[in-house]
């Protein structure tokens, strides 16, 4: 879901400025010409190197960007905004929706489809979560248990990407230093030169498959830090389908982005 960004000729650059100044730039402009009005997802950047004005679609945080040259006129900006007002409206409405860890949602987890319910309970000393194999049931006295849900699935996710990546390098004999799971988003998983990886904790919204495809690459990693023959032989030899796993991957992957918003 990319959108090619829209530029407009406007005044050439520019001599490098500190980041400071242009920061006290962008927020001069911000309170001078009302960029909120013309859409509450609009964020402004002056940059120092742009040649030219431009939009752009941050799928993942859901904004468009109207990047301005540092020498441009704020007042160009706001104006070159506010023609294409209706292009960043739509471009936003197109963006894949969050799916938010509320009563009723659907979650694939781990390979399966659970439903999340959850009860009130104003009685009750801490917030209660357990999974089986189609719910979620989440007792609480929150009235928004979104974030103590988002956080029982990182734990979930990381007692399962832990496992699995043990369970996978003591096949190819190789020790890890460290796992860590994160909130990365660039990343669906590394590894460092010194044993350590780190996965994206919303890797368990995949399909099974792909999870393990993603574990499997980054501990073949420990055997072989490129994508040599060589290390997808050992990729492959950890992770059955690891083709269907890398294709889904690279065709769904920044729809994992969603999850939890
Ligand atoms: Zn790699």
Not at 38 to 44: A, G, M, V
Not at 169 to 193: F, L, N, P, Y
């Amino acid at each position: 879901m990319k959108k090619a960004s829209k530029p407009l000729l406007s005044s050439k650059l520019s001599a490098p400025s500190s980041k400071d100044l242009l920061e006290e730039r962008r927020e001069k402009a911000q309170n001078r010409y009302p960029f909120h009005e013309i859409s509450p997802h609009l964020d402004i950047k002056i940059s120092p190197r742009a040649r030219r004005m431009a939009l752009r679609v941050e799928t993942k945080n859901r904004t468009v960007k109207l990047v301005i040259p540092k020498r441009a006129s704020i007042r160009s900006a706001y104006e070159f905004a506010l023609k294409n007002a209706e292009w960043i409206q739509q471009s936003i409405d197109e963006l894949p929706k969050p799916i938010e860890f509320t009563h009723g949602t659907e979650l694939p987890v781990l390979g399966k489809m659970r439903i999340i319910d959850i009860s009130y309970d104003p009685s009750a000393k801490v917030t209660d979560i357990e999974m089986t194999d189609d719910i979620i049931r989440v007792i609480t006295n929150k009235k928004e248990a979104g974030s103590r849900i988002r956080r029982y699935l990182i734990d979930v996710a990381k007692k399962e990407l832990t496992s699995m990546a043990h369970e996978k390098a003591e096949r190819i004999d190789k020790d890890i230093k460290k796992i860590d799971v994160k909130d990365t988003t660039s990343r669906w998983g590394s590894c460092s030169h010194d044993g350590k990886l780190s996965f994206s904790w919303r890797l368990i919204f995949a399909p099974s498959d792909a999870m393990d495809y993603v574990v499997a690459h980054e501990v073949a990693h420990l055997s072989h830090l490129d994508h040599s023959p060589a290390f997808w032989k050992v990729c492959e030899a950890l992770s059955e389908r690891y083709t269907k796993g890398k294709r889904w991957m690279r065709d769904n992957g920044g729809d994992l982005m969603r999850y939890g918003g």
